[in-house]
């Protein structure tokens, strides 16, 4: 919208409906298939899928009030957080020309977690689509029309690559891939013809490090630069996103278990040879890990694992086992825990 619209736009727009509050919530997601790598401006450099979480969510709302000298006020878990702020004033600069509305507002935001603090699961996934809901949002009621899920996860991108996967659900693929009809490098898309066993797919999520990471993400995507494996690994994300597409499908879980458990450990091999490497699984990451393929080796039960950038351990599973995986987590994984603490979360539906 150029500014002489935007002008029109306003004048057709009561004085008093400028003011305008958006609260939403959005879940964090898990990817299956990792995106591991990026391009200016946040262009992966692989397709990802991920399931779409419903426990694990920010709640944001966003307090647009008009002003000729826009500025940004953050609130986190009710108390100012200044340091916040840089990230989403370069995020609203980033999507000004998406957005020029925007540049007519202050933005009072008031945000918090269903998470711990620092308990070691990214925020920024599910702050990020909360945040770009808001604005989709504050842009239909100056337009008169529905909230665009799709610009929501473009912008979501723009705040944090995986962000974009979080607006709907259960299973969201963002990233170019040729057997995704309408995918895109700049919006993720859901996957809507997978087999119903994934719809209740259950992850409980194990704290084996809460608090800050030793390497950020931004930091590990930029090392995929130059990296010696980069071109092998892209191309393998392409081949096992192939390849769970049609598993996804069908629900056969044993070659599920096999890509989802070898997309985790690929992901943490591109750290453990970046230059310089880094290990951001501990010791007990390690030991869940062993347990999770001896128990289901022993049960048959398809219970497997998962990692996202750090240490913290993803138990994904069909729900009718959940009292099997619920009392191997008690009597044997929760040991391996900060303060034996686990979520236990599920397959949700994307923002509200
Ligand atoms: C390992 O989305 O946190 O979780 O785009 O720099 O914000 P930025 O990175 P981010 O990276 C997520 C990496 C991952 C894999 C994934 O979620 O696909």
């Known amino acids: 919208m150029n500014d002489q619209l935007l002008e029109e736009f306003k004048s057709n727009l009561k004085e008093n409906e400028f003011s305008y509050k958006a609260t939403h919530r959005?879940?964090?997601?898990?990817?299956?298939?990792?995106?591991?790598?990026?391009?200016?401006?946040?262009?992966?450099?692989?397709?990802?899928?991920?399931?779409?979480?419903?426990?694990?969510?920010?709640?944001?709302?966003?307090?647009?009030?008009?002003?000729?000298?826009?500025?940004?006020?953050?609130?986190?878990?009710?108390?100012a957080k200044p340091s916040f702020i840089p990230k989403i004033q370069s995020f609203v600069d980033r999507i000004g020309v998406y957005c020029p509305y925007l540049k007519g507002y202050s933005l009072n935001i008031e945000t918090s977690n269903s998470f711990p603090h620092s308990s070691g699961i990214a925020s920024s996934a599910s702050g990020m689509a909360a945040l770009a809901m808001a604005i989709c949002n504050l842009e239909a009621k100056l337009s008169g029309s529905e909230v665009n899920l799709k610009k929501a996860s473009f912008l979501a991108r723009l705040g944090s690559g995986s962000a974009a996967r979080s607006i709907e659900g259960p299973l969201m693929s963002w990233g170019f891939h040729k057997d995704i009809t309408e995918s895109s490098d700049l919006f993720a898309t859901p996957f809507?013809?997978?087999?119903?066993?994934?719809?209740?797919?259950q992850d409980a999520i194990l704290l084996v490090h809460k608090g800050v990471k030793s390497v950020s993400s931004t930091v590990g995507h930029n090392l995929m630069n130059n990296h010696p494996f980069a071109k092998r690994r892209f191309a393998q994300a392409n081949d096992h996103l192939a390849k769970l597409l049609t598993v996804l499908r069908g629900g056969e879980l044993d070659q599920f278990i096999e890509i989802v458990e070898l997309e985790a450990l690929s992901l943490h091999a591109m750290m453990l040879s970046s230059t310089p490497s880094?290990?951001?699984?501990?010791?007990?990451?390690?030991?869940?890990?062993?347990?999770?393929?001896?128990?289901?080796?022993?049960?048959?039960?398809?219970?497997?694992?998962?990692?996202?950038?750090?240490?913290?351990?993803?138990?994904?599973?069909?729900?009718?086992?959940k009292k099997r995986v619920i009392d191997l987590i008690d009597n044997e994984l929760a040991a391996f825990c900060e303060d034996r603490q686990y979520l236990l979360d599920e397959c949700g539906f994307g923002a509200k």
């Not at 879940?27 to 992966?44: C, E, R, T």
């Not at 809507?192 to 797919?201: G, K, M, S």
Request: include cysteine; glycine fraction near 4%.
């Open 26 to 79: 959005a879940p964090s997601n898990i990817a299956l298939v990792k995106y591991w790598g990026k391009y200016d401006p946040q262009i992966p450099a692989n397709p990802s899928i991920s399931f779409t979480l419903s426990k694990a969510f920010t709640d944001t709302t966003v307090f647009f009030e008009p002003s000729k000298s826009p500025e940004i006020n953050l609130k986190f878990e009710g108390e």
């Open 192 to 201: 809507l013809e997978a087999h119903p066993i994934f719809n209740t797919y």
């Open 278 to 321: 880094y290990i951001l699984m501990q010791p007990g990451t390690l030991s869940i890990i062993q347990r999770i393929r001896t128990f289901r080796a022993e049960t048959n039960i398809p219970v497997c694992f998962t990692l996202d950038a750090g240490a913290n351990v993803h138990v994904l599973y069909p729900v009718e086992n």
